[in-house]
């Protein structure tokens, strides 16, 4: 293989390898939690959460007499039919949310679902965007002799590692939502077991935000993409007639900013969101 075409392979390499991994994102922001992996790791949260809901419903108990407890001032106040009443609701409510807070959680998970299609339909996207080395580039490297060749290697092999590690970033941010996902179902009956007290609602209220600001990460990524593929609509503007160093390095260095702008966004969208509820 001659030069050339070692660089233009790089090149290819590597953004093939960013739409790759763009593909990916695409399809676990689209997927829900009981569809990966053929269901496997949901059966086994769902086996946790079973096994779980019995610690949650002891502890449903004893933040209840705890709540009783706080809130009354003394057995009198417990004998009175409103606060009795009051008392019994709050405690059949906690056991409620408790027993179904599986199906609780999905049902926020689908409505966030819905959110994300409606972006993407709004925003005309079938599927992730492609990234595609301009023929401008392939020509002008192409045109280049052995000795103009050279400084392109370097210039080549940093960009096609810095793009490399941007990919791997990215996905392992959009990997750790999901995950998150999972840890969120199957732990959920001991901080929903909180709500059966007043004093310790906190927890419970506190628990739900937490969950639905990792469902809403996935719509602040999908909008990155969709600010991305807009960028990408619109390759780098190169001047013809620069040096080939001058053109590669300008069109790297400019997709390199694009892609900073969605890896960032990516990353940030916990915090985004979290800043967004208030949490």
């Not at 990916?24 to 992996?37: A, G, N, V, Y």
């Not at 689908?110 to 990234?131: D, E, H, L, R, Y």
């Not at 639905?212 to 960028?231: K, N, R, T």
Request: net charge neutral.
């Amino acid at each position: 293989m001659d030069s050339e075409n070692w660089i233009i392979a790089n090149l290819e390499y590597s953004l093939d390898t960013w739409n790759k991994y763009l593909s990916q994102i695409w399809d676990l922001i689209t997927k829900s939690p009981t569809e990966f992996r053929g269901g496997t790791i949901w059966t086994v949260m769902q086996d946790i959460h079973g096994a779980l809901q019995a610690v949650g419903l002891a502890l449903l108990v004893l933040f209840f007499v705890v709540g009783v407890v706080k809130t009354c001032g003394s057995l009198a106040d417990v004998k009175k039919p409103e606060h009795a009443l009051k008392l019994f609701i709050r405690f059949a409510l906690a056991k409620g949310v408790v027993t179904y807070g599986l199906e609780l959680m999905m049902a926020l998970f689908n409505i966030v679902q819905g959110i994300i299609s409606t972006i993407m339909t709004a925003a005309g996207f079938g599927g992730a965007p492609k990234t595609i080395l301009p023929e401008t580039i392939v020509t002008a490297i192409k045109g280049c002799s052995f000795w103009e060749s050279i400084p392109l290697w370097a210039v080549t092999l940093i960009g096609c590692l810095v793009i490399l590690v941007l990919s791997f970033l990215m996905i392992m941010s959009v990997y750790g939502r999901f995950f998150k996902l999972y840890l969120y179902t199957a732990i959920a009956p001991i901080p929903l077991s909180s709500f059966a007290g007043e004093p310790s609602r906190s927890i419970g209220k506190s628990f739900l935000k937490s969950f639905a600001a990792v469902c809403l990460e996935g719509a602040v990524i999908v909008l990155g993409c969709v600010i991305f593929s807009a960028f990408a609509a619109s390759p780098p503007v190169v001047d013809p007639t620069a040096a080939p160093v001058t053109m590669v390095w300008s069109y790297i260095g400019e997709l390199i900013f694009n892609m900073l702008i969605l890896v960032g966004t990516v990353k940030m969208a916990d915090r985004v969101v979290r800043e967004m509820m208030g949490l």
